[in-house]
Structure formats: structure tokens, C-alpha cells
């Protein structure tokens, strides 16, 4: 995780490392850089695709039907928490809402495990600013793979590092819920993404805690990490672009149900 602090006047600090160099965005030639795999998250979304798929094969015929109801009511559940809450409430300031509103997205937002609140938008804030550059983190211009999920797997593109560093993000900590849902992110997940999701359906109504590891808890995120991702990477490559055709993010008339109102 990113190490934050907030300052005495709200402004945000953090400490980043220096990385060989590609084209940058004034099209300058700079040192050759080569994607460096992270294996740790690389070997994690094999695993999470793999028990989803065991999940959507086996275990979904071995549960019981409120099983499959409560995973599949979880995932537009985690998706409001990113489109609702993370993208148009605290990335884009699109409306505002009080206490209650922001803990109940910031909940939703902790169950979609997409990290925390303030770096998936400071993420989404350099997307916006440097679209379809070196300093996109899911720049579409590297190919639908790298889009969808393959910037997952590697480590940030130095102008990512550069650039997003210098986006004003104080806005962010100077929200409670942001703040303490970035600072306690991890145990957080835990409770929330996890453990509960595999707990609840065997303490109500006496699911195995196997199958509803399997089917709430990770087939339900590998879903829902699909349905988002589909956002960097399919509506970057099909689609109309009534506003400026030179950008590669596309819209159909299927995108504002398929993403759920979230089109970049």
C-alpha cells in the first residue's frame, strides 16, 4: 500500500522510487523500458480465476439456491461501491452525500476489493489526466490484455509514478471515511471481502463454509473484478465517440447498463 500522510494545511505526501524510462508524454526517446511482472499478483489472479471457475463448474451445483442468490446480489452491490462511490463520489466529485451515504459506499467499495478508496482514485485521476499515455496505470494503447487486467500484474510505468504523484489528492484524506478506510484497508478487506461472505451463509442457513468460500467470496469478486475491468479495456476498443474521435474510450448503447452508468 501507498504510504500517506496527511499534512497540518490537508495536502498528501508520499515517498516513490525512481525506475528506468520510456517515451514520454512530450514524445521525447528516453532509456527502453521493459514491464516488470509483480509474480505475487500475477500468481493471485490465476489462483482467484482459477477457484471461480471451480466455482461457477462444480460448487454452484453443490450449494444451496440462497447461496447463488446472495453471490450474485453481492456483485452489482460491489460494483455500486466503485461507480457510485469510489468514481463519481470521491474521484470525480459528481454530487456530494453525507455520513451515512459515504460509509455505506465506502462499505461496498471494501467488499468490491479493488483497493482502497484513495488510491483507486488517485489511479483513476491520472487515467483521466494522461488518457491512453505512459502515465495511464491501465493504458489501453498496450492492448486489450494489459487494459483489462494485465496492469495488475506488473509494475507501475514510471511516468505513472511521476505523474500521479503530482496530482492533488487532498481533497481524498481530508474525508474521514477515505482516510480510515485507506489506513485500515487491509483488516478491513479481511472482515468484509472475506471472512463474513464465507461466515454468514454457513451461520444462517448452514452453507458449508467451503462452498461459500468458493462461491461468495471469490467467484463473486472474480465477477465483479470482470465487470469493472471491462471499463479499461472493452469500452476502449468498441464503440462510437460523439465528443472527440482522436481518444480511444468508446460508448454503445448497451455500456450505461453494462457498466452500470461507468464509462471511463
Known sequence: MTDIHRTSNGTSSKSTSKATK???????????????IVWGNLLAHLIIHSIALYGLTVVIWRCQLKTIVLATALVPVC???ITAGAHRLWCHRAYTARLPMRLLLALCATLAFQNSLYVWCRDHRAHHKFTDSNADPHNAKRGFFFSHVGWLMVKKHPDVI??????????LLNDPVVYYQHKYYYQL??????FLPTYLPHYLWGESLWNAFILVA???L????NFTWCVNSVAHIWGNRPYDETIDPGRTRLSPFSFWGRLA
Open 162 to 171: 511521476k505523474r500521479g504523484g503530482g496530482i492533488d489528492c487532498s481533497d
Open 189 to 194: 478487506s479481511l472482515l468484509i471481502t472475506f
Open 218 to 220: 471469490v467467484t463473486r
Open 222 to 225: 472474480v465477477v465483479e473484478y
Open 79 to 81: 460494483v455500486a461501491g
Open 22 to 36: 520510456d517515451e514520454s508524454l512530450d514524445g521525447k526517446d528516453q532509456e527502453d523500458y521493459k514491464m516488470q
